[in-house]
């Protein structure tokens, strides 16, 4: 099978193709072929965007929880007792300086990295979901049955009928050739 498979780089496009005394059955091999490679493609894809989000996500945790248990200590001691339940702008500065101090926190630019990155795999995952058919392979021009009877192979009767006549004229033109050397040289030879 694997010797009537056809494999063509052009430019930026790879054509696959498969020979066959059958065009159905070379159809519905090209076709599956594609179909497998997009299917597993994805499925990797799918996959690897999984882990990395579950990993970026483990990540993302163990920076919160290391934040929280630092800053949120020591924001509890700066504002002490000063936060009453009906006491709004105590509170809302309390957030305003939990606020500032994440800014200001060497991980905010990791956090924001880790953000990111679970974003962009996410992106992925949706993509596989959305596009399955289409996620890996593009098919420009799908495979089909040819319509008509086409020749891909050369006219025999044609290239024999074209050697016929090219033998033909070449053979004139060099026994013409030749005689008319043999009389020059004959004309010479008389005088």
């Given at each position: 099978m694997k010797k009537n498979m056809i494999m063509e780089a052009r430019d930026q496009l790879t054509v696959i193709g498969f020979r066959s005394i059958d065009p159905s059955t070379a159809v519905d091999v090209v076709n599956k072929i594609i179909q497998r490679?997009?299917?597993?493609?994805?499925?990797?894809?799918?996959?690897?965007?999984?882990?990395?989000?579950?990993?970026?996500?483990?990540?993302?945790?163990?920076?919160?929880?290391l934040f929280v248990n630092r800053i949120v200590p020591?924001?509890?001691?700066?504002?002490?007792?000063?936060?009453?339940?009906?006491?709004?702008?105590?509170?809302?500065?309390?957030?305003?300086?939990?606020?500032?101090?994440?800014?200001n926190s060497s991980s905010f630019s990791e956090r924001q990295s880790l953000?990111?990155?679970?974003?962009?795999?996410?992106?992925?995952?949706m993509r596989v979901v959305s596009e399955r058919d289409g996620f890996a392979l593009k098919v420009f021009d799908p495979a089909s049955?040819?319509?008509?009877?086409?020749?891909?192979?050369?006219?025999?009767?044609?290239?024999?009928?074209?050697?016929?006549?090219?033998?033909?004229?070449?053979?004139?033109?060099?026994?013409?050739?030749?005689?008319?050397g043999q009389n020059v040289r004959g004309r010479r030879v008389l005088r």
């Open positions: 490679l997009n299917d597993v493609v994805a499925e990797n894809a799918y996959e690897k965007a999984q882990k990395k989000v579950m990993h970026y996500q483990k990540q993302l945790f163990s920076f919160d929880s020591e924001t509890l001691s700066l504002t002490g007792e000063h936060v009453s339940k009906g006491n709004d702008k105590n509170f809302n500065a309390v957030i305003s300086y939990l606020q500032a101090q994440l800014m953000i990111g990155n679970i974003q962009g795999n996410e992106n992925i995952i049955v040819p319509e008509k009877e086409e020749k891909i192979w050369p006219l025999h009767a044609l290239i024999i009928f074209v050697g016929f006549i090219g033998g033909l004229i070449g053979s004139l033109m060099l026994a013409l050739v030749l005689g008319f």
